[in-house]
């Protein structure tokens, strides 16, 4: 035997390799799950040769530290040989008298202690010591789905089956057979970017092929082709389907290389006989989005946010979506626009800051499709609009003499007499500030006797006059002409033809109005007007306009007015002797404007850019002297999930994304027959208290909290508290938590404040996953767990040691002064403390 190679334990698993060789194997042996009754012993590749040909010093080395059967995790070992000699792990077998399971093709390490027997009709292999032989699939962990797979339908793969159509090319690095399987539930994937997709018949058949509840909890993969609605109709019932092929953070679009784009907001699509898509699973486009529906978040006041499976639909709330919108995902990732008339300006502002807000991933493959003329107007400049012909808009606008902007080309038909109106742009007043200006919805009229500056109108590219009737000289227009940014800048929308009804104002942010009415007359001028540029032809002089009596049909369109409006110049009458003080953008102290009821949930006001920036300011909340009292097995109702709903406001919203993400990963939390809607929002409640754990919340918050905290793994092990040094804590003390505490896991050491509470505990709820990876060793104790003092002792530091009632003492004891010293040897003296792991521990 080579003296380098040793058998030593690393984590749960053995390791045979060669001193300082095969990290990799050591990597894998870390990283197995412990199985019960059985030693895994995973061969590196400088020591399967040893194994192998049954080394004697090898063999005597794994004799001394198994117990119980052993898996050997190294290639072919369970193979025959090619002159028909028996399996090593045969002759193991009979060596050791343990039962030995080894694979019998090649192996495929995968992500977290996964691992992958590859290969045609290859998987583990059991011999016993009496010569006895079992078959088992080819994964391990197995999942509960492997021995209910057909063995005969399509190509195996880590995932569950791969369906394609015969001939199809080999795709021996298609990352399809690197990805971990879901142990919840099996993943059918049909066809492969580049060839054809099989016969949807041929894949209904290898569906029907599999047991009742493999097939209601399979899910389906369309791998570069679109089978799922053709399969839903095949079979006349429901078919799942995932929009991406999974990854490591949920779905992902690859291209025809296999290289991930992006990552859809549609995780998960149901698919019915005859009907459209339901989408049943999904993310937020941006975190701090208010869900109005399912699937579907506010963009702006009255136009919503679908989730789609190409990307998301932006539509107003009263426009109804065409199924043809709905078209299945691709390799870019869709903004599509709808809109049947004019898009306000808060819309085009919001568009820009969500396309400002998406992930890098979406965003670099994003496109933008708009479905009508409006929208086409409404997108232009975005990233990801692609104007082919590159035509400057067709709108142009003009300004009638009681302030109103018109479109030069009318929505409706116009009758000529409408020239009547026209006020040449010749006698627009100059804008001071045209990087920050906005379009000027109403404007003031000048002095007819007073010389004419030009004016930039930002977000428009045509700026004309109404043509006069045939016969008489059109009137010219000298206004200056500003092309819309990259980035559209917010325009007011443009409004249709006069009618007999009043024009509505442009909305425009609520903002506290100053108490005094502003003056008339125009503001002081801030800067010299410029000369007025001089016409080639002399035109006729026109009279100036007279402002017609205010009426009911001709509403007043200064309250419409942006911000930016005050920024507008003009030279001062001769008959104002008295100055007049330029409005500034800060309004005199008046009322404080009532808070709505979306503004008591969360920012739901404003633009996306600030929801997305700024975080929810936190109530004032009321100190409550008792602790809420929740029985041990209580259950949310849909009332109180609602109200819990209502009451956290963008909270909510927030973190019901962290777990829709988290079911994506480990959808075996969905446990068989529950109520999906309870299990997500108890799961969100749960998520808000860990990261508030201080918070006061009502009662029906706590219901759900621990509806909520049952769902989810329990820790068996060392947790970790701090307590205040003064805390009377004696042995036999019996503490009580009658609402959920958080704790971390003692192992990997981090210091806490005060004095060092170990807790030895079997029902401790494990938050990795649920929470961000900085806090994945967080835990919750749940209410009434009941806890004995079993030794307080005093060395370096103050220590109470604690286990759940009812385990054995001597055996917890031993436990805890063991972690005791595994944190004394491992943690760091200079490590910040964990504060929120710190407070006190009721005494009963």
Known sequence: MDDTITVERVGHALLVASRGADGDAAALAAALAPERYRTAVVVGASAVEAVARLDPWVIADLDEHVSGSVRLVAPNLAATGPDGELPPAHLLAERLGVEVVAPDDALVPLQGGNVFVAGSDAGWVAYRPDGGRRRSGPR??????????????????????????????????????????????????????????????????????????????????????????????ELGGPVRALHGVPGP??????????????????????????????????????????????????????????????????????LVPDPAWSEPAGATADLVVAAGGAVPATVVTALAELVRALPDDVRENLRVVPTSPFAADAVRGLPGWDDPDDAPRRHAVVVTPDGRVLPAEPLLAVSPAAADLVVHLDQVPEVSDKATAAPAVGVPRRAPDRPVAPVEVVGVDAVVGVPEPEGSAPIPATATVARRAAVPAPVAPPLVAPTSQ???????????????????????????????????????????????EPTSRVPDLTSALPAAVSSLTAPPSPRRTPPVEPITATPPAGPEPIAGPEQATGPTTGTLADRVEATPAEPVRPSRREPLQVPRDARSTAGQRAAVRAALGSRYDVANRAVARLLAERPGLRAPGA???????????????????????????????????????????????????????????????????????????????????????????????????????????????????????????????????????????????????????????DEEEVTRWFGDLPVS
């Open 249 to 318: 953070d949920g779905p992902v679009h690859l291209d025809e290389c296999g290289d991930p784009t992006w990552r859809p907001f549609a995780l998960e699509s149901v698919y019915l006989p005859g009907a459209a898509p339901v989408v049943d699973r999904w993310l937020a486009p941006v975190p701090s989005m208010t869900m109005v529906a399912p699937a579907a978040y506010r963009l702006a006041e009255g136009w919503r946010l679908d989730v789609l499976p190409r990307g998301v639909l932006a539509r107003p709330d009263d």
């Open 675 to 829: 109520d999906a809607a309870a299990l997500t929002a108890e799961l969100t409640v749960v998520r808000v208290f860990a990261l508030d754990h201080e918070a006061d919340h009502d009662l029906d918050f706590h219901t759900c909290l621990a509806a909520g905290l049952r769902r989810l793994p329990t820790l068996r092990g060392v947790v970790l508290r701090g307590a205040p040094v003064d805390a009377d804590h004696r042995v036999g003390t019996v503490l009580t938590l009658p609402e959920p505490t958080l704790a971390g896991n003692a192992l990997p050491a981090r210091p806490v404040p005060g004095t060092e509470v170990l807790i030895w505990s079997t029902t401790a709820r494990r938050l990795d996953g649920l929470l961000d990876d900085d806090r994945r060793d967080d835990v919750l104790l749940p209410a009434h767990t009941r806890l004995r003092v079993l030794a307080v002792e005093e060395t370096d530091r103050r220590r109470v040691l604690l286990a759940e009632e009812g385990t054995p003492e001597d055996q917890a004891l031993k436990r805890l002064r063991a972690t005791v010293a595994a944190r004394a040897a491992t943690g760091p003296a």
């Open 502 to 548: 009043p024009v509505a104002p442009a909305p425009r942010p609520v903002a506290p109005l100053p108490t005094q009415p502003a003056p008339s007359a125009p503001a002081a001028a801030t800067a010299p007007a410029a000369p007025a540029p001089t016409p080639t032809a002399t035109p006729a002089p026109v009279p100036p306009p007279v402002a017609p």
């Open 140 to 233: 391990h962990p197995a999942p509960w789905w492997q021995e209910l797979l057909p063995r005969d339908a399509g190509e195996q793969i880590p995932l569950g089956l791969w369906l394609r159509a015969p001939g199809s090319p080999e795709r021996a690095d298609d990352p399809l057979r690197t990805r971990v399987p879901d142990p919840g539930r099996l993943t059918v994937v049909v066809g492969a970017p580049g060839e054809p997709a099989p016969g949807v018949p041929e894949v209904a058949e290898v569906l029907r092929a599999l047991p009742g509840e493999a097939r209601d909890r399979a899910v389906l993969v369309c791998y570069g082709c679109d089978v799922a609605q053709a399969l839903a109709d």
